[in-house]
């Protein structure tokens, strides 16, 4: 496990090093400055200046959520970093931070739901109060459908889905009784998408994003807000060095299982998840280290998003995957509606006798045509107009949405 103190002399060359973070130096101090979340979701800035906010994270000793503690912690705010109990001690957990005021390290199972009410407790105890929570623990396991067994299926169930309604279920009455609290909830590209190779892991985010929208609308009421976060592929731009001198991992929280011999082909589509990580390798385009710097500005926004995508393989995944949903929709949906009066669909019959008036009707359409085309142009023009409007009303909307158009821009600065 990581401390956050200055790095070894082995590290200097890696990192700079302050007193809370160490970072890399690809992500300098003037880039995450210039990183903002849309004007929409007023976040942090000199007219809208943070408040100190109390963090509750789980999932702390993962890429991502190491990254997000070390943010949080530099913009001198106070974190509860819960590890795992199966993996870290209680000693890994400490010393992350030098002031123990604004530092506490836990170990709990998310699938365990006495540990996180244990979890939850101790920080209440220890700081007085939770503003925000975040869960960033995640498990999954790479294999066809048919190649993974019951246990590893039901594991990445009760981890991902099950860990975060354990998560919601003991705090959202704390949170309902504030009449304030936020979750920031990590789900993945895996929850809007099917991947080949992902089968149950999508299941599983899929099951996370269904009950995050669901409960958004039941704890408006109570001034709760969740946000869900859909990374794409994250780069190790931030270091993470274990109590063992290691450096985590990369996709440290994925197993892969042995493929039977129908999915061994080196082209099988169930072998894509497991391909795409060979060849990613550690060269994933979106900075871990600017990602935690948005998320850290979801915590302290005033309207914060219902999902916030990080990192362009995620924006135009996603919308890709929408944009074809909407196809498929169009090209069947005369399945659903009955025709409308005068549109009926026509015989054979009905085009021979219509063939014959349209031939009758040539000329006098000839004569019309130049009119008809002068008078289509205001109509072309009521179409931009109107194409204006509609683009205007989805920049505009607040709250819990954004405009896929601003978060783009945003994501653009998340790759290098």
Not at 207 to 219: D, F, Q
Not at 275 to 304: F, M
Not at 313 to 321: E, H, L, N, Q, T
């Amino acid at each position: 496990m990581d401390e956050l103190k200055a790095p070894t002399t082995s590290e200097q060359s890696l990192a700079t090093w302050s007193p809370s973070t160490r970072r890399s130096p690809n992500a300098s101090n003037a880039d995450l400055a210039k990183l903002s979340l849309p004007s929409t979701a007023d976040p942090p800035s000199a007219s809208n200046p943070p408040k100190q906010k109390i963090w509750l994270i789980f999932g702390a000793t993962g890429h991502m959520g190491r990254s997000v503690t070390k943010t949080a912690l530099s913009h001198g705010d106070i974190v509860s970093a819960v590890g795992q109990s199966l993996e870290d001690t209680p000693s890994s957990m400490e010393n992350w931070h030098d002031d123990p005021d604004r530092y506490l390290g836990l170990l709990c199972d998310v699938r365990i739901r006495e540990t996180v009410a244990s979890a939850i407790d101790k920080t209440i105890k220890h700081f007085g109060r939770i503003d925000i929570i975040a869960n960033c623990a995640g498990y999954g396991v790479i294999g066809a459908c048919e190649d993974q067994d019951e246990h590893e299926i039901r594991n990445q169930f009760e981890t991902n889905f099950m860990g975060t309604l354990n998560i919601i279920q003991l705090s959202l009455p704390y949170f309902r009784k504030r009449q304030s609290g936020r979750y920031l909830v990590f789900s993945s590209t895996s929850g809007a998408l099917g991947v080949p190779g992902l089968g149950p892991y999508c299941a599983t985010k899929y099951a996370v994003e269904g009950l995050i929208e669901s409960m958004l609308y039941e704890v408006d009421q109570f001034s709760i807000n969740a946000t869900l976060v859909q990374p794409a592929h994250l780069r190790r731009d931030d270091v993470h060095v274990m109590a063992n001198g290691q450096r985590l991992p990369m996709f440290g929280h994925f197993k892969v299982a042995k493929a039977s011999e129908p999915y061994m082909g080196k082209d099988a589509p169930a072998a894509h998840a497991q391909r795409t990580l060979h060849w990613i390798g550690d060269n994933q385009p979106t900075s871990v280290v600017k990602a935690a710097e948005l998320i850290w500005q979801l915590g302290h926004c005033r309207y914060p998003p219902l999902r916030l995508l990080l990192g362009s393989y995620a924006v135009d995944s996603i919308r890709d995957r929408l944009k074809s949903i909407i196809e498929e929709i169009e090209d069947w949906k005369h399945l659903s509606f009955p025709p409308l009066e005068g549109h009926e669909e026509k015989t054979a019959e009905d085009d021979d006798g219509e063939g014959e008036a349209d031939r009758d009707g040539e000329d006098d359409d000839d004569d019309a045509d130049a009119e008809g085309y002068r008078e289509g142009d205001d109509d072309d023009d009521n179409d931009e107009n109107l194409a204006t409007e509609v683009e205007h009303d989805l920049g505009s909307v607040e709250g819990q949405r954004t405009s896929i158009r601003s978060i783009k821009v945003e994501h653009m600065d998340l790759d290098d």
